[in-house]
Each structure stands twice: as C-alpha cells, then as structure tokens.
C-alpha cells in the first residue's frame, strides 16, 4: 500500500458561520512518530484534527495526503471525545467494523474478543455497551478503531474524564499501536500525558499553530511567549 504520508496542508481554514474557527493553517505531517495537539479551550485543537480527517469543509486552502483520496479515507480512524456506541454487547460493538467490511461474523467476533482481551475488556464482552462506565466506553472505542489496523489514528482527548488506571490502560494501547505502526495525532488536556506521550508537539492558540516541534525541544525549550506561559500554566488567550 502506498504510504499516506507526508500530509500536506496549506493555508487551510474552517470557519462556521462566518467565525473562522481554524487558521490560515500550514502542516505537514511526516510517518513518523506520535503526535499530541495542545493548547488553551476553543484554540482549535478538535477542529484540526476533524480538518485532517475531513470532517470539515476546506474554506479555503488545500490538504493532501500522498495516496489517492479513496485510500486516505479507508485507512484512518477517529476515536471521538464522546464515543458513539451501538445499544449491542461490546464484543458486537468492537466487531461492527469488521461486520462492515464483509467479514464472516464468526472471525469478526473472534478478533473482537482479541481486541477486548488486549483493551482490558474481556471481562464486560457480553455487557451492553451503554451499561459499561467512562473509562470502558473509551476502551471500547479504541479497540473498534483499532480493529481494522488504520495507517492513521486520530483522538480526540481520549482520556479527558477518565481515572488514573483507564488512563494507563488507554496509554499502554496507544503506545502498542504506535510500535505496530499506527501514526497516531491526538489532543489532549493533560500535558503529563503530552510530555509521556508525543514525539512531536502540535501547540496551537486561536486557531492557529503557534509551533510544531519535536516533543523534547518543545517542552525544554518553547520557542513563543504563548507556549512558556501556558506550560507555566498560565491562563493563555
Ligand atoms: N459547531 C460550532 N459552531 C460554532 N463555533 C464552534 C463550533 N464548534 C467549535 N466552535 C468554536 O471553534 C473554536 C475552536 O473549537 P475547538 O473545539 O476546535 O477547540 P479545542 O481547542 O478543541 O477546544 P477544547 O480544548 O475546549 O476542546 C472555539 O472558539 C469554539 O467555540
């Protein structure tokens, strides 16, 4: 398969409603490496992330990724802030993917209860998916991206309301995806999980990126204002 990668993007922007909520924005996105989106509330953290995904309309400008649109589209995957779940057990809702594509149900299930062991959900497979807690629901939904092995995984603050232990677990699958070659771009509230996480640091204020750097120089050496204060945990706006 041809790689995704480098995505390109250039002077894009989102707006609704005549707000612009997004740029002008320019980003290119190497192979490699775990990427962490940070910044202020309403900076645009989610918006770019949906922009890559194209779940917003380009305004103006243009995003490409290296392959035809077709396959960019196949192999990504979203795990969303609020993850939809299907009123069916968890072992069918991590299935449902595969179902999808026309997998035998028999090797879907099979593959989800896989997935659910290594999510640590095994013990709720038979559960209704509504009926688990926060931190299950979130587990759930990384093991239905994850099912079908996606060139590019995108979350959203996959951990933003979630214990201590659901964030290690989250963490240690992401961290196994990123070694079987998952790209992975996310956002997230909690710098510690930045700083545990990224190879590379998104930092964005009022909808513009403000740097993109490697994990380590950014966090030892932020290069704006914006980013020293908000890493001071100043109030940033
Ligand atoms: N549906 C919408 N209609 C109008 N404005 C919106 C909509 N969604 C988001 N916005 C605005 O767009 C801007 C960017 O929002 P976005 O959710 O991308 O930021 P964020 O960095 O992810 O924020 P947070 O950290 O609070 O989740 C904010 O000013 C927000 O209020």
Redesign the pocket.
Known sequence: MKSLFPVKVKEVEVQ??G?R??GPVDLTLESNGLTI?I????????????MLHGLERVRRGSLHWACDEETARREQAFVF?TPVLLRRTVLQNIAYPLTIRGVPRAEALAHARDWATRVGLGEVAGVQAPRISGGEKQKLALARALIVSPAVLFL??PCSSLDGAATKDIEAVLRDARSAGTRIIM?T?DLGQAQRLADEVIF?V??RIREHREAKQFFSAPETAEARAFLRGDIVE
């Open positions: 609704r409603r707000k909520l997004l989106v910044g202020p509330n309403g900076a645009g953290k989610t918006t770019l992330l949906r802030q959203d603050e956002s509230h964005m009022k909808g």
